[in-house]
């Protein structure tokens, strides 16, 4: 009987997180302060917990030849190297990294994760609810503290993040193939994947968020379970990934499936296993009682909802295609993905089978998702959660194509040079065949990088004590200027306090005002005719006009 016990365990921890979501129902305001003090404290363990398992580590990492780990390090410096110089520093989608980073700053300057709505720099006079998750802010936040608020910073710091993912990927890859030639195959390709290095050098979670995954899953794979030091590690980590996006939950039962590979009924009853899960449990709670509270949320989804199968023949039929168009997917990769299936699944079908579930549930996932197409604005940042098992199976059947070759190929000499000129093709012929793509901005992406970088032009050459008054206040608090939202000026009681309290009050008719009937016509307009604004500079893109108007206190209306 007391055998049998052990067994619900993990059902124990299951009924705690429903008792735990479903009864208590904690305030906005609470889970303000509450989701970034867990996730802090998660992020904490993390690295107290990586110190008092380091010996462990270091002889799992001993094990791999100082010559793999030479290759790797290039592989890595190269990636890094790519990231940080190709693609242009600047936003690509409106609004969500002036949101994230304004979120970050808010974490760090009073401790609350929201968006502020009316504030100057350093402090929110009025926070507003978010519905993303806070890893990511929570994570950017303590550099803020630390160094202060500097955008290009955080995009230093988000774009090493990113990149850490290529040797995450080696050692994942390593670990279910038992190759070392497999895992510098996967690293090389995840560095040369147009889409990782594009977004990785942005202020979105896309590039951040399959680095934790990756090194979670590994850390999954690895651990002893006589070592609960390494147990709860690979549980803090899968406790901060969930946090990162509003999806990430999904990656519980893909870790579930990784955990097959070992000893699924020992571990059921392993009481390491059970207080481990109940960490992550409670270091995840306040993340999914706010993304409860926000479930009603349409994230501007139409009458279809946020979800529905009218979405997912379309979104499957484009999401495929994009892995076979060769000017935004590596097509070599694809037949290389193919062919790794296959034969993964011939050699080691427990090494493929929680790899084809990481792909295909979060394909599956974004094909019901209003806004899961691949060619859904630039929604293709989404197909990077799944890169890491694509790129792992990919790795694979490349490694594979090349042991067929080398059984046919006599002469050991010119089997190595052989090797080295396949990878110097695939190097060559990726990287320039996408170079274009990593270099510039689409249509989509070009408004939103013209509307934000000439805001932050115009900004940095005002007085620091202007108020801005936009539909992106975040965008300016980012840029240390006092803002408030348009609508808060036009209709809030805020309106009389900030044209007593600010002589310099400047209005961006920027890209809702440019572009949406219902914002130009409710707000926009009637803002310009309530009072005396005098035209200051204008930047024009495409058939968008983007304006600066000063307010003349002198006068309340127009003549």
Same mark, same amino acid.
């Given at each position: ?21 479903i ?68 936003h690509?989608?409106? &609004? ?11 974490i ?44 290009l ?20 890859? @390593? ?43 590994f ?25 990162? @996006? ?14 097959l590979?070992k000893?699924p ?6 009481? @390491? ?36 199968s ?53 394909f599956?996932?974004?094909g ?28 694979y ?9 080398d059984?046919?190929?006599?002469r050991?000499?010119?089997?190595k ?13 990726t990287s320039?065949?996408?170079?274009n ?19 932050k ?21 980012n ?8 609508? @808060? ?11 007593d ?23 926009c ?9 005098e ?13 600066? &108007? ?10």
């Open positions: 009987m007391k055998e049998g016990f052990k067994y619900l365990y993990l059902p124990l921890v299951a009924l705690i997180f429903l008792i735990l979501n009864a208590i129902k904690p305030s906005i305001n609470t889970l303000y302060w509450l989701q970034p003090l867990s996730i802090f404290i998660n992020i904490i363990l993390i690295i107290v917990f990586t110190i008092l398992a380091r010996n462990n580590l270091k002889k799992y990492f001993q094990k791999i030849p100082k010559w793999v780990w030479g290759l790797l390090l290039l592989i890595f410096i190269f990636g890094l190297v790519v990231r940080l110089t190709l693609p242009p520093k600047e690509r989608i409106y &609004y969500d990294e002036d949101i994230y980073l304004n979120g970050a700053n808010n760090a300057n009073q401790g609350l994760a929201c968006l502020c709505d009316y504030g100057v720099p350093g402090e929110c006079y009025d926070c507003i609810d978010n519905k993303q998750p806070m890893g990511m802010q929570t994570f950017n936040a303590i550099f803020i503290f630390l160094f202060g608020n500097s955008e910073f955080i995009f230093i710091i988000d774009i090493i993040v990113a990149s850490l993912a290529i040797p995450a990927i080696f050692l994942l890859t @390593r670990k279910l193939t038992n190759s070392n030639a497999a895992g510098l195959l996967s690293a090389l390709f995840l560095s040369l994947v147009p889409d990782h290095i594009l977004w990785s050098a942005t202020l979105s979670q896309d590039a951040f968020f399959p680095t934790f995954f990756i090194f979670t899953a850390l999954f794979l690895i651990f002893s379970n006589e070592s609960f030091k390494e147990v709860l590690l690979a549980f803090l980590f899968a406790a901060f990934t969930i946090q990162i @996006r509003t999806e990430g939950l999904l990656i519980l039962p893909i870790l579930g499936i990784f955990l590979l000893k009924m020992n571990l059921l009853k392993d009481k @390491r296993i059970f207080f481990a899960s109940l960490v992550l449990v409670l270091l995840i709670t306040p993340t999914i009682m706010h993304i409860m509270a926000n479930s009603n949320d349409s994230w501007g989804a139409g009458e279809g909802g946020k979800f529905a009218e979405y997912f023949i379309e979104n499957v039929s484009e999401n495929s295609k994009y892995f076979f168009e060769i000017n935004r997917f590596p097509i070599l990769f694809t037949l290389f993905f193919a062919i790794g299936i296959a034969f993964l699944l011939k050699d080691n079908w427990r090494s493929a089978l929680p790899l084809l579930s990481w792909f295909f549930a979060f599956i996932l974004y019901f998702f209003y806004a899961g197409s691949f060619n859904y604005g630039m929604d293709v940042r989404f197909s990077l959660t799944m890169i890491p098992a694509f790129i792992i199976l990919s790795s059947g490349a490694l594979k194509i090349w042991e067929l070759i059984n046919k190929i006599k050991k000499n010119f089997r040079y052989a090797m080295v000129l396949c990878l110097a093709f695939i190097l060559i012929f320039i065949n996408h170079l793509q990593v270099t510039s901005f689409g249509p989509k992406a070009n408004d939103a990088r013209v509307v934000h970088e000439f805001a032009e115009f900004a940095q050459n005002t007085s620091e004590d202007c108020m801005f008054i936009s539909q992106v206040s975040s965008m300016f608090l840029f240390n200027r006092a803002s408030v939202q348009t609508h @808060r000026f036009l209709w809030g009681e805020e309106r009389q306090e900030i044209m309290n600010f002589e310099c009050i400047y209005f961006y008719w920027g890209y809702w005002c440019a572009s949406t009937d219902e914002h130009r016509d409710q707000q307009l009637p803002l310009l005719d309530e009072l005396n604004w035209y200051i500079s204008q930047a024009q893109e495409l058939d968008k006009t983007f304006v600066f &108007y000063k307010l003349n206190k002198s006068e309340n209306h127009h003549p």
